[in-house]
Protein backbone atom coordinates (compact mmCIF):
# COMPACT_ATOMS: atom_id res chain seq x y z
CA UNK A 1 0.00 0.00 0.00
CA UNK A 2 1.65 3.52 -1.03
CA UNK A 3 1.81 6.00 1.56
CA UNK A 4 -0.83 7.83 0.67
CA UNK A 5 -3.49 5.24 0.54
CA UNK A 6 -6.04 4.86 3.04
CA UNK A 7 -8.88 2.48 3.82
CA UNK A 8 -11.74 2.88 5.18
CA UNK A 9 -14.05 -0.25 6.18
CA UNK A 10 -17.89 0.34 6.65
CA UNK A 11 -19.27 -1.70 8.54
CA UNK A 12 -23.26 -2.53 9.20
CA UNK A 13 -23.89 -4.77 12.53
CA UNK A 14 -24.79 -8.44 11.78
CA UNK A 15 -28.16 -9.80 11.80
CA UNK A 16 -29.78 -8.79 15.75
CA UNK A 17 -32.36 -10.47 17.62
CA UNK A 18 -35.98 -8.19 16.97
CA UNK A 19 -36.68 -7.90 20.45
CA UNK A 20 -34.69 -6.95 23.93
CA UNK A 21 -34.70 -4.76 27.26
CA UNK A 22 -34.06 -1.83 24.63
CA UNK A 23 -32.80 -1.12 21.22
CA UNK A 24 -29.20 -0.79 22.74
CA UNK A 25 -29.27 -3.88 24.04
CA UNK A 26 -29.94 -6.05 20.90
CA UNK A 27 -28.01 -8.99 20.65
CA UNK A 28 -26.51 -10.60 17.47
CA UNK A 29 -28.06 -13.58 16.10
CA UNK A 30 -26.28 -16.84 15.64
CA UNK A 31 -27.10 -15.53 11.45
CA UNK A 32 -25.62 -12.14 12.89
CA UNK A 33 -22.47 -14.44 14.11
CA UNK A 34 -21.76 -15.88 10.83
CA UNK A 35 -22.24 -13.31 8.51
CA UNK A 36 -20.19 -11.42 10.42
CA UNK A 37 -17.25 -14.44 11.01
CA UNK A 38 -17.73 -14.85 7.35
CA UNK A 39 -16.76 -11.20 6.84
CA UNK A 40 -13.74 -10.98 9.37
CA UNK A 41 -12.09 -14.46 7.61
CA UNK A 42 -12.71 -12.08 4.03
CA UNK A 43 -11.48 -9.05 5.34
CA UNK A 44 -8.30 -11.25 6.02
CA UNK A 45 -8.04 -13.04 2.82
CA UNK A 46 -8.38 -9.69 1.15
CA UNK A 47 -5.58 -8.27 3.37
CA UNK A 48 -8.12 -5.67 4.65
CA UNK A 49 -7.21 -5.65 8.45
CA UNK A 50 -8.21 -2.43 10.35
CA UNK A 51 -5.08 -1.37 12.69
CA UNK A 52 -8.23 1.46 14.02
CA UNK A 53 -11.25 0.27 14.82
CA UNK A 54 -14.29 2.60 15.93
CA UNK A 55 -17.28 0.68 17.11
CA UNK A 56 -20.92 2.04 18.38
CA UNK A 57 -21.53 0.95 21.89
CA UNK A 58 -24.51 -0.76 21.56
CA UNK A 59 -24.63 -4.60 22.36
CA UNK A 60 -24.95 -5.49 18.84
CA UNK A 61 -22.14 -3.80 17.38
CA UNK A 62 -19.50 -4.26 20.35
CA UNK A 63 -20.07 -8.35 19.48
CA UNK A 64 -19.66 -7.74 15.99
CA UNK A 65 -16.35 -6.26 16.24
CA UNK A 66 -15.84 -8.90 18.46
CA UNK A 67 -16.47 -12.06 16.29
CA UNK A 68 -15.08 -10.01 13.31
CA UNK A 69 -12.01 -9.46 15.25
CA UNK A 70 -11.57 -13.56 16.34
CA UNK A 71 -12.45 -14.39 12.85
CA UNK A 72 -9.96 -11.82 11.03
CA UNK A 73 -7.54 -12.61 13.47
CA UNK A 74 -6.60 -9.03 14.78
CA UNK A 75 -5.06 -8.08 18.12
CA UNK A 76 -6.64 -4.45 18.32
CA UNK A 77 -8.64 -2.95 20.47
CA UNK A 78 -11.46 -1.20 19.34
CA UNK A 79 -12.99 2.36 20.39
CA UNK A 80 -16.41 2.35 21.89
CA UNK A 81 -17.70 5.91 20.35
CA UNK A 82 -21.39 6.21 22.32
CA UNK A 83 -21.97 9.14 19.58
CA UNK A 84 -22.25 6.94 16.73
CA UNK A 85 -25.10 5.07 17.97
CA UNK A 86 -27.83 7.90 16.76
CA UNK A 87 -25.29 9.46 14.44
CA UNK A 88 -26.46 10.46 11.14
CA UNK A 89 -24.25 10.31 8.73
CA UNK A 90 -22.60 13.38 8.69
CA UNK A 91 -22.29 12.78 12.44
CA UNK A 92 -20.48 9.55 11.49
CA UNK A 93 -18.20 11.36 9.45
CA UNK A 94 -17.45 14.23 11.94
CA UNK A 95 -15.65 10.89 13.87
CA UNK A 96 -13.88 9.65 10.64
CA UNK A 97 -12.11 12.67 10.51
CA UNK A 98 -10.88 12.67 13.94
CA UNK A 99 -8.76 9.46 13.08
CA UNK A 100 -5.61 9.58 13.87
CA UNK A 101 -3.50 10.69 11.05
CA UNK A 102 -0.83 7.40 11.86
CA UNK A 103 -4.05 5.15 10.80
CA UNK A 104 -3.77 3.38 7.54
CA UNK A 105 -6.58 1.13 7.16
CA UNK A 106 -9.38 2.02 10.03
CA UNK A 107 -13.08 0.49 10.57
CA UNK A 108 -16.19 1.74 11.10
CA UNK A 109 -19.00 -0.84 12.93
CA UNK A 110 -22.48 1.22 13.05
CA UNK A 111 -26.00 0.92 12.26
CA UNK A 112 -28.41 1.56 9.26
CA UNK A 113 -29.61 3.55 7.75
CA UNK A 114 -26.47 5.69 8.53
CA UNK A 115 -23.59 3.25 7.09
CA UNK A 116 -25.20 3.09 4.08
CA UNK A 117 -25.42 6.52 3.54
CA UNK A 118 -22.56 7.26 4.46
CA UNK A 119 -20.82 4.81 1.90
CA UNK A 120 -23.05 6.61 -0.69
CA UNK A 121 -22.10 9.88 0.40
CA UNK A 122 -18.11 9.45 0.57
CA UNK A 123 -18.53 7.79 -3.12
CA UNK A 124 -16.45 10.24 -5.44
CA UNK A 125 -18.11 8.26 -8.51
CA UNK A 126 -15.63 6.18 -9.97
CA UNK A 127 -16.58 3.19 -7.33
CA UNK A 128 -15.94 -0.35 -8.81
CA UNK A 129 -18.71 -0.97 -10.70
CA UNK A 130 -19.45 -4.72 -9.25
CA UNK A 131 -19.03 -3.55 -5.52
CA UNK A 132 -21.45 -0.56 -6.71
CA UNK A 133 -23.84 -2.75 -7.67
CA UNK A 134 -23.97 -4.92 -5.12
CA UNK A 135 -24.21 -1.84 -2.82
CA UNK A 136 -27.11 -0.38 -4.89
CA UNK A 137 -29.47 -3.38 -3.71
CA UNK A 138 -28.71 -2.48 -0.36
CA UNK A 139 -26.32 -2.75 2.66
CA UNK A 140 -27.83 -5.70 4.67
CA UNK A 141 -26.72 -6.73 8.08
CA UNK A 142 -23.13 -7.65 8.37
CA UNK A 143 -22.22 -6.07 4.96
CA UNK A 144 -18.96 -4.86 4.66
CA UNK A 145 -18.03 -2.14 1.85
CA UNK A 146 -14.43 -1.04 0.88
CA UNK A 147 -13.35 2.13 0.40
CA UNK A 148 -10.08 4.13 -0.81
CA UNK A 149 -8.75 7.74 -0.28
CA UNK A 150 -6.15 8.31 -1.97
CA UNK A 151 -3.51 11.47 -0.60
CA UNK A 152 -6.25 12.15 1.58
CA UNK A 153 -6.04 12.50 5.57
CA UNK A 154 -8.70 11.44 7.60
CA UNK A 155 -9.06 15.20 8.70
CA UNK A 156 -10.22 15.79 5.11
CA UNK A 157 -12.66 13.26 4.50
CA UNK A 158 -15.62 14.71 3.09
CA UNK A 159 -18.62 14.33 0.60
CA UNK A 160 -16.94 12.86 -2.81
CA UNK A 161 -13.53 11.82 -1.11
CA UNK A 162 -13.23 8.32 -1.33
CA UNK A 163 -14.02 4.91 -3.77
CA UNK A 164 -15.77 2.38 -3.37
CA UNK A 165 -13.40 -0.70 -4.06
CA UNK A 166 -14.94 -3.32 -3.04
CA UNK A 167 -17.61 -4.98 -0.64
CA UNK A 168 -18.57 -8.00 0.95
CA UNK A 169 -22.18 -8.76 1.88
CA UNK A 170 -23.33 -11.19 4.17
CA UNK A 171 -25.68 -14.30 3.42
CA UNK A 172 -26.74 -15.76 6.26
Not at 11 to 28: C, Y
Not at 125 to 141: I, N, V, W, Y
Not at 149 to 170: C, D, E, K, S
Amino acid sequence: MTENLRRLLVMRHGRAEAVASSDHARRLTERGRRDVAAAGRWARSEGLLPDHAVVSDAVRTRETWSVFQESAGLDLAGHLDPGLYAAGPEGALAILCSIPATVTTALLVGHNPTMAQLVHLLDDGTADPEAFRQLSAGFPTGALAVLELTGRPWAALGVATARITAVHLGRG
